[in-house]
C-alpha cells in the first residue's frame, strides 16, 4: 500500500509538531546559531551560575527535540525519501554541535570538590538537578578532561554509522524475495513474515523461513562486519573511560546495579527446563515428528485467534485496561481520536513499532497493524509507552521528566498482562481461552526468555571481541547457535539458517538493551497482579511510578510500584506465571 492511499486519520499528525517541511526548516535555521555555550564556561562554580545554565541549556534542548521529532518522524515514514533522510543527516550534525558545545559541563562539574557537588545537590533552587548531581558524583571517576570530552562529542555521529548502515539494509535494501500470498505475489517484509509464522499453513512457513533468512544470508558477511563496528565502538567508549566492561559502563548508564542483570540471567538459565517442557508440549499438540524454529509461533490452538479491525482491536484494549481509571481511558481515546498514532504497513515505512515522546509534545505511535493477536496487544504496548510518557512530561520538570530505559518497558507490559488477565476472564469459550494461555505462555517465551537469551548473546559477544577475539559471521553464528540450543531444548530441530537469526536483530544496535524487556516484563506481572487484586493502593502506587520519570534510580521506582528486582523471588514469580499457564493449558487438552 502507498502513503497517499491510507485514510488521514489512520496518519499520525505531524503537522501538530510543525506545520509544514518550511516551517520546519525555517526553525532548524534559526536554531543552529543559538548552539551557543561559551559564555558558561568556567563559571560553574556557583549555584546562582549553575542553574542560570541549566535553564538556558533546558530552554534550547527542547526547542532542539522538537525539530528533531519532525524530521524523525517524516523520514520513518519512508525510510527511502532523500529529503528526509538529509533532514535526519542535518539534525545530526546539529546534535553532534550540541553535545560538544555542552561537552564541557560535566568535567567542569565532576574537577569541583565532592563537598561542592553534594551543596548544589542539597540546594533548594537546584532542586530539580538534585538526582542529577548526585549520580555525578558516582561517575567523577569516569568522566575526563574538557578537551578529551570535546572530542568524544564529536565521535558521536561517526560511530554511529554501524546502526545507520544496518537500518538502512534491513529497511530498504535487503532485496527481500517474493512469496505467494494472500493471493499475490509480494516481498517479504518484516510484518508479512511475522504473520505469515504465526499462521498455521507449515509449508508456507518453511518457504517464508528459507526465503527470508537466504536474503540475510547473501549479505551476513557485511552484517558481521556491521555488528562488529557497533560492538567496537562500544569498547572504544569502556576504555577510553576506564569501564571494567561494556556491560557495567551500560548498567552504570541508568544507575542499575550489576546483581540485577545477573540474577536475571540466573532465575532465567535455572527455568529453562520450563521451557523445554513447553516445547515439547507444542511438539505434542502439533503432532509433528520434527518440529523446527518456524514451528514454534502459530498458536496450538486453531481458529481462536483474535483477528479484528483496527477499530475492534483499539476497542477492546479499552476494555481491557478500564482497571487503571478513567484518566488513563481517556488519554487513550485522546490519542485515537487526535491522530498519534501512524496505522497501516506502506511501502517504505520503518518496519515494527514504537512509541517516541518528547518533553512538550504529546507522543506519537508508530504501528505497521495486521489483524492478528499480538497486533492487539502491540496497540496496548505502544500506548503504555506513549502515556508513561505523557505522566512523566506532565508531572516532572524537565530535568527529572526523561525515564531510563532500563523502565521504558514496565508500562507497555503491564498494559499487555491486564488486557490478557482481562481476556481470560472474561471468555467462555475453551477454544479462545487454550489461545490465551498459549498466547499467555508465548509473550513470556519471547518476551523474557528470549530477550535474555539475546542478553547473554550480547554479553558473549562484547566478551570475546574485549578479549582480542574477532567478530566475523561463523563465531557469531555458532554463538548463537548454542544459545538457541539451551533455551529451547531437545524438542526443536534446528535448521542451519536460525542460528544466523542474530543478524537480524536491529535492537543488538542498542546494546544492552534487550535485557529490559525481561526485566520489563517481570516488573509488569508483578505489578498487574498488584493492581488487580490490591485495587486503588496498587494503582495509585503506579501512577506515582508512571509520574515518576527520571527523579530518582529505576530500581527505586520499581520497588516503590510493588516491583523489587534485587530480590530474586520477584524473577520467579513470573515464571510461576508461565509454569501456571503452563499446567492449566496441559489440563485442558
Same mark, same amino acid.
Given at each position: 500500500m502507498k502513503r497517499n492511499e491510507v485514510e488521514t486519520k489512520y496518519k499520525w499528525a505531524v503537522e501538530d509538531v510543525f506545520p509544514s517541511d518550511e516551517a520546519w526548516e525555517a526553525a532548524f535555521n534559526a536554531l543552529a546559531p543559538k548552539v551557543d555555550f561559551a559564555k558558561y564556561r568556567g563559571t560553574l562554580n556557583t549555584a546562582e551560575n549553575l542553574l542560570s545554565y541549566f535553564k538556558a541549556e533546558e530552554e534550547l534542548a527542547i526547542e532542539v527535540m522538537r525539530v528533531y521529532l519532525y524530521a524523525f518522524l517524516k523520514h520513518d515514514e519512508d525510510v527511502s525519501n532523500t529529503k528526509y533522510m538529509a533532514y535526519m543527516g542535518k539534525m545530526m550534525s546539529l546534535m553532534t554541535k550540541y553535545s560538544t558545545e555542552t561537552a564541557f559541563v560535566t568535567p567542569e562539574l565532576t574537577a569541583l570538590p565532592e563537598e561542592t557537588l553534594k551543596a548544589f545537590a542539597e540546594d533548594e533552587r537546584l532542586k530539580d538537578y538534585d538526582y542529577m548531581l548526585t549520580r555525578l558524583i558516582k561517575e567523577k571517576k569516569y568522566i575526563l578532561s574538557e578537551a578529551e570530552e570535546r572530542i568524544l562529542a564529536q565521535t558521536a555521529e561517526p560511530l554511529s554509522v554501524s546502526n545507520d548502515v544496518f537500518g538502512m539494509l534491513d529497511d530498504a535494501e535487503l532485496n527481500a524475495p517474493e512469496i505467494e500470498f494472500d493471493g499475490k505475489k509480494q516481498p517479504i517484509t518484516n510484518g508479512l513474515?511475522?504473520?505469515?509464522?504465526?499462521?498455521?499453513?507449515?509449508?508456507?512457513?518453511?518457504?517464508?523461513?528459507?526465503?527470508?533468512?537466504?536474503?540475510? #544470508?547473501?549479505?551476513?558477511?557485511?552484517?558481521?562486519?556491521?555488528?562488529?563496528?557497533?560492538?567496537?565502538?562500544?569498547?572504544?567508549?569502556?576504555?577510553?573511560?576506564?569501564?571494567?566492561?561494556?556491560?557495567?559502563?551500560?548498567?552504570?548508564?541508568?544507575?542499575?546495579?550489576?546483581?540485577?542483570?545477573? &540474577?536475571?540471567?540466573?532465575?532465567?538459565?535455572?527455568? &529453562?527446563?520450563?521451557?523445554?517442557?513447553?516445547?515439547?508440549?507444542?511438539?505434542?499438540?502439533l503432532g509433528y515428528e520434527e518440529m523446527h524454529m518456524y514451528d514454534i509461533y502459530p498458536s496450538l490452538v486453531e481458529d481462536a485467534e483474535l483477528r479484528l479491525s483496527y477499530e475492534d482491536a483499539f476497542e477492546l484494549v479499552l476494555k481491557g485496561l478500564a482497571p487503571l481509571g478513567e484518566e488513563y481511558i481517556s488519554l487513550l481515546k485522546k490519542g485515537r481520536d487526535e491522530r498519534w498514532i501512524d496505522v497501516c504497513e506502506t511501502e517504505g515505512k520503518r518496519s515494527g513499532a514504537y512509541s517516541i515522546g518528547i518533553y512538550g509534545c504529546h507522543p506519537y505511535v508508530l504501528l505497521n497493524y495486521q489483524p492478528t493477536t499480538h497486533n492487539v496487544f502491540t496497540?496496548?504496548?505502544?500506548? #503504555?509507552?506513549?502515556?508513561?510518557?505523557?505522566?512523566?512530561?506532565?508531572?516532572?520538570?524537565?530535568?527529572?521528566?526523561?525515564?531510563?530505559?532500563?523502565?521504558?518497558?514496565?508500562?507497555?507490559?503491564?498494559?499487555?498482562?491486564?488486557?490478557?488477565?482481562?481476556?481470560?476472564? &472474561?471468555?467462555?469459550?475453551?477454544?479462545?481461552?487454550?489461545?490465551?494461555?498459549?498466547?499467555?505462555?508465548?509473550?513470556?517465551?519471547?518476551?523474557?526468555?528470549?530477550q535474555t537469551q539475546f542478553a547473554e548473546f550480547e554479553e558473549k559477544a562484547h566478551e570475546m571481541a574485549e578479549a582480542g577475539?574477532?567478530?566475523?559471521?561463523?563465531?557469531?553464528?555458532?554463538?548463537?547457535?548454542?544459545?538457541?540450543?539451551?533455551?529451547? #531444548?531437545?524438542?526443536? &530441530?534446528?535448521?542451519?539458517?536460525?542460528?544466523?537469526?542474530?543478524?537480524?536483530?536491529?535492537?543488538?544496535?542498542?546494546?544492552?538493551?534487550?535485557?529490559?524487556?525481561?526485566? #520489563?516484563?517481570?516488573?509488569?506481572?508483578c505489578i498487574a497482579n498488584k493492581i488487580l487484586t490490591e485495587g486503588a493502593p496498587a494503582i495509585e502506587k503506579y501512577f506515582t511510578f508512571l509520574s515518576g520519570g527520571g527523579s530518582t534510580d529505576p530500581v527505586s521506582l520499581l520497588k516503590g510500584a510493588g516491583a523489587d528486582l534485587t530480590k530474586e523471588e520477584t524473577f520467579l514469580s513470573a515464571m510461576k506465571e508461565f509454569e501456571d499457564a503452563l499446567n492449566s493449558f496441559e489440563a485442558m487438552l
Amino acid at each position: 500500500m502507498k502513503r497517499n492511499e491510507v485514510e488521514t486519520k489512520y496518519k499520525w499528525a505531524v503537522e501538530d509538531v510543525f506545520p509544514s517541511d518550511e516551517a520546519w526548516e525555517a526553525a532548524f535555521n534559526a536554531l543552529a546559531p543559538k548552539v551557543d555555550f561559551a559564555k558558561y564556561r568556567g563559571t560553574l562554580n556557583t549555584a546562582e551560575n549553575l542553574l542560570s545554565y541549566f535553564k538556558a541549556e533546558e530552554e534550547l534542548a527542547i526547542e532542539v527535540m522538537r525539530v528533531y521529532l519532525y524530521a524523525f518522524l517524516k523520514h520513518d515514514e519512508d525510510v527511502s525519501n532523500t529529503k528526509y533522510m538529509a533532514y535526519m543527516g542535518k539534525m545530526m550534525s546539529l546534535m553532534t554541535k550540541y553535545s560538544t558545545e555542552t561537552a564541557f559541563v560535566t568535567p567542569e562539574l565532576t574537577a569541583l570538590p565532592e563537598e561542592t557537588l553534594k551543596a548544589f545537590a542539597e540546594d533548594e533552587r537546584l532542586k530539580d538537578y538534585d538526582y542529577m548531581l548526585t549520580r555525578l558524583i558516582k561517575e567523577k571517576k569516569y568522566i575526563l578532561s574538557e578537551a578529551e570530552e570535546r572530542i568524544l562529542a564529536q565521535t558521536a555521529e561517526p560511530l554511529s554509522v554501524s546502526n545507520d548502515v544496518f537500518g538502512m539494509l534491513d529497511d530498504a535494501e535487503l532485496n527481500a524475495p517474493e512469496i505467494e500470498f494472500d493471493g499475490k505475489k509480494q516481498p517479504i517484509t518484516n510484518g508479512l513474515y511475522s504473520m505469515i509464522m504465526s499462521g498455521k499453513d507449515r509449508e508456507k512457513r518453511k518457504e517464508a523461513f528459507k526465503l527470508f533468512y537466504s536474503a540475510y #544470508g547473501k549479505i551476513l558477511g557485511t552484517l558481521a562486519t556491521t555488528y562488529y563496528g557497533n560492538v567496537k565502538k562500544d569498547i572504544f567508549y569502556k576504555n577510553v573511560r576506564g569501564y571494567e566492561s561494556c556491560l557495567k559502563k551500560s548498567l552504570m548508564a541508568e544507575d542499575v546495579d550489576e546483581s540485577v542483570y545477573r &540474577t536475571l540471567i540466573k532465575c532465567v538459565n535455572d527455568a &529453562t527446563p520450563i521451557m523445554h517442557r513447553y516445547m515439547h508440549v507444542r511438539k505434542r499438540v502439533l503432532g509433528y515428528e520434527e518440529m523446527h524454529m518456524y514451528d514454534i509461533y502459530p498458536s496450538l490452538v486453531e481458529d481462536a485467534e483474535l483477528r479484528l479491525s483496527y477499530e475492534d482491536a483499539f476497542e477492546l484494549v479499552l476494555k481491557g485496561l478500564a482497571p487503571l481509571g478513567e484518566e488513563y481511558i481517556s488519554l487513550l481515546k485522546k490519542g485515537r481520536d487526535e491522530r498519534w498514532i501512524d496505522v497501516c504497513e506502506t511501502e517504505g515505512k520503518r518496519s515494527g513499532a514504537y512509541s517516541i515522546g518528547i518533553y512538550g509534545c504529546h507522543p506519537y505511535v508508530l504501528l505497521n497493524y495486521q489483524p492478528t493477536t499480538h497486533n492487539v496487544f502491540t496497540i496496548a504496548h505502544e500506548m #503504555g509507552h506513549s502515556l508513561h510518557s505523557y505522566f512523566s512530561n506532565s508531572r516532572q520538570p524537565y530535568a527529572k521528566a526523561d525515564y531510563t530505559l532500563f523502565v521504558a518497558e514496565v508500562a507497555s507490559t503491564v498494559n499487555e498482562v491486564l488486557l490478557l488477565k482481562y481476556l481470560l476472564k &472474561t471468555t467462555e469459550d475453551k477454544a479462545l481461552k487454550k489461545y490465551l494461555l498459549n498466547y499467555f505462555m508465548d509473550m513470556i517465551r519471547t518476551t523474557l526468555f528470549r530477550q535474555t537469551q539475546f542478553a547473554e548473546f550480547e554479553e558473549k559477544a562484547h566478551e570475546m571481541a574485549e578479549a582480542g577475539e574477532p567478530l566475523n559471521k561463523d563465531n557469531l553464528s555458532a554463538l548463537y547457535d548454542g544459545l538457541n540450543r539451551k533455551y529451547y #531444548g531437545d524438542a526443536v &530441530t534446528y535448521d542451519p539458517e536460525i542460528a544466523t537469526e542474530w543478524a537480524r536483530i536491529p535492537h543488538f544496535y542498542r546494546s544492552f538493551y534487550v535485557y529490559k524487556y525481561a526485566t #520489563g516484563i517481570t516488573a509488569a506481572i508483578c505489578i498487574a497482579n498488584k493492581i488487580l487484586t490490591e485495587g486503588a493502593p496498587a494503582i495509585e502506587k503506579y501512577f506515582t511510578f508512571l509520574s515518576g520519570g527520571g527523579s530518582t534510580d529505576p530500581v527505586s521506582l520499581l520497588k516503590g510500584a510493588g516491583a523489587d528486582l534485587t530480590k530474586e523471588e520477584t524473577f520467579l514469580s513470573a515464571m510461576k506465571e508461565f509454569e501456571d499457564a503452563l499446567n492449566s493449558f496441559e489440563a485442558m487438552l
